[in-house]
Nanobody
Framework: QVQLVESGGGLVQAGGSLRLSCKAS????????MDWYRQAPGKQRELVAT???????NYADSVKGRFTMSRDNAKNAVWLQMNSLKPEDTAVYYC??????????????WGQGTLVTVSS
């Protein structure tokens, strides 16, 4: 009953910035933690950042100090501000949401992914 729509990916030069967005829509009792993952070609998907419903965020060591995740519960949206981008950040970035259905069952849903390419 919940869908995620991502946007903001593109091509950027090393050292530049990019902002990804993820908007949730549909019907649920609640949306709790939300995450950003990324997957480079031939690599496993890795967790980049996570944020609780209260706005507490955590980051992978590789992006600490460069990426910032934010959330607006009223808009059912999250953002990932990416600064000082490196070629190693090149990947498809995915948004994930976890929450409860109207019958209180747990669910997880993924966005379609958006490609970020950082040139050297």
């Amino acid at each position: 009953q919940v869908q995620l729509v991502e946007s903001g990916g593109g091509l950027v030069q090393a050292g530049g910035s990019l902002r990804l967005s993820c908007k949730a829509s549909g019907i649920a009792k609640s949306i709790d933690d939300m995450d950003w993952y990324r997957q480079a070609p031939g690599k496993q998907r890795e967790l980049v950042a996570t944020i609780t419903s209260g706005g507490s965020a955590n980051y992978a060591d590789s992006v600490k100090g460069r990426f910032t995740m934010s959330r607006d519960n009223a808009k059912n949206a999250v953002w990932l501000q990416m600064n000082s981008l490196k070629p190693e950040d090149t990947a498809v970035y995915y948004c994930k949401a976890a929450g409860r259905t109207l019958s209180y069952s747990r669910f997880e849903v993924w966005g379609q992914g958006t490609l970020v390419t950082v040139s050297s």
